[in-house]
C-alpha cells in the first residue's frame, strides 16, 4: 500500500501568516488523486483540496493545492482563527486508500 | 442533502460482538461506494475499507482485513460495520464515509465504541 508521509508533525504560526504543508507518498499517486481534509477537535473531518488541486465546494479561496507524483502540498495563504486545526492527506487512486499521519496547524 | 447518519456510542466488554450502522440519504445509496475510517483517541484517520452496496462489491485494507466485517442492506441505504470478538484496541470513534466519487465529501457523525472490562 502507498504510504503518505505528512511533514512538519506540527506547525506553530499567527493568525495572518502563511503556512506551507507537505506530504510525501512512497509510490506515485496515481492520476493525482490526492485530497487534503481539515479536522478539529469533535468534528468528522471536512474535505479541503480534492485531485491535488481542486478546491471542495464552499471552501474559501486561501486554501490551496499543488503537486503531483510523489510530492503535495497544501498551502493556507493566510490563516484565519477558524483554520487551527488537523490537516490530513489522503491518496484514492490506489487501493486501499491510505492517509498521512496528520499535521497539526496551532497557534504560536 | 446527503446525509450519512451513524448509531449511537457503544460500551462492550472485550469478547463481544458489536454491529454498528450508517444510514445513507439524499442520494442514490446502490450508486456510491461508502467506507469505513477508524480513529484511535488522539491519533489520525485510519482506511479500514469500503463497500459498494449496488453488488456488495467489499475491499479491505490488508491492517483491516479478517478483524472486521463490512457488509449493507441497499434496501435500507444502510451500511455496516462488524466485529465478532472486540479487544480493548478497538476502542476508537468510527466514521463512515462517502466518496463522492473520489475523495470524501460527506462522513457520518462518528460512532464511538469503547471496549473494557
Known amino acids: 500500500e502507498i504510504v503518505l508521509t505528512q511533514s512538519p508533525g506540527t506547525l506553530s504560526l499567527s493568525p495572518g501568516e502563511r503556512a506551507t504543508l507537505s506530504c510525501w507518498a512512497s509510490?506515485?499517486?496515481?492520476?493525482?488523486?490526492l485530497a487534503w481534509y481539515q479536522q478539529k477537535p469533535g468534528q468528522a473531518p471536512r474535505l479541503l483540496i480534492y485531485g491535488a488541486s481542486s478546491r471542495a465546494t464552499g471552501i474559501p479561496d486561501r486554501f490551496s493545492g499543488s503537486g503531483s507524483g510523489t510530492d503535495f502540498t497544501l498551502t493556507i495563504s493566510r490563516l484565519e482563527p477558524e483554520d487551527f486545526a488537523v490537516y490530513y492527506c489522503?491518496?484514492?487512486?490506489?487501493?486501499?486508500?491510505?492517509f498521512g499521519q496528520g499535521t497539526k496547524v496551532e497557534i504560536k | 442533502e446527503v446525509q450519512l447518519v451513524q448509531s449511537g456510542a457503544e460500551v462492550k466488554k472485550p469478547g463481544e460482538s458489536l454491529k454498528i450502522s450508517c444510514k445513507g440519504s439524499?442520494?442514490?445509496?446502490?450508486?456510491?461506494?461508502i467506507g469505513w475510517v477508524r480513529q484511535m483517541p488522539g491519533k489520525g484517520l485510519e482506511w479500514m475499507g469500503i463497500?459498494?452496496?449496488?453488488?456488495?462489491?467489499?475491499r479491505y485494507s490488508p491492517s483491516f482485513q479478517g478483524l472486521v466485517t463490512i457488509s449493507a442492506d441497499k434496501s435500507i441505504s444502510t451500511a455496516y460495520l462488524q466485529w465478532s470478538s472486540l479487544k480493548a484496541s478497538d476502542t476508537a470513534m468510527y466514521y463512515c464515509?462517502?466518496?463522492?466519487?473520489?475523495?470524501?465529501?460527506?462522513w457520518g457523525q462518528g460512532t464511538l465504541v469503547t471496549v473494557s472490562s
Open positions: 463497500i459498494y452496496p449496488g453488488d456488495s462489491d467489499t
Open positions: 464515509a462517502r466518496p463522492g466519487p473520489g475523495a470524501i465529501d460527506s
Open positions: 439524499g442520494y442514490s445509496f446502490t450508486n456510491y461506494w
Open positions: 489522503q491518496q484514492y487512486g490506489t487501493s486501499p486508500q491510505t
Open positions: 509510490q506515485s499517486v496515481a492520476g493525482s488523486y
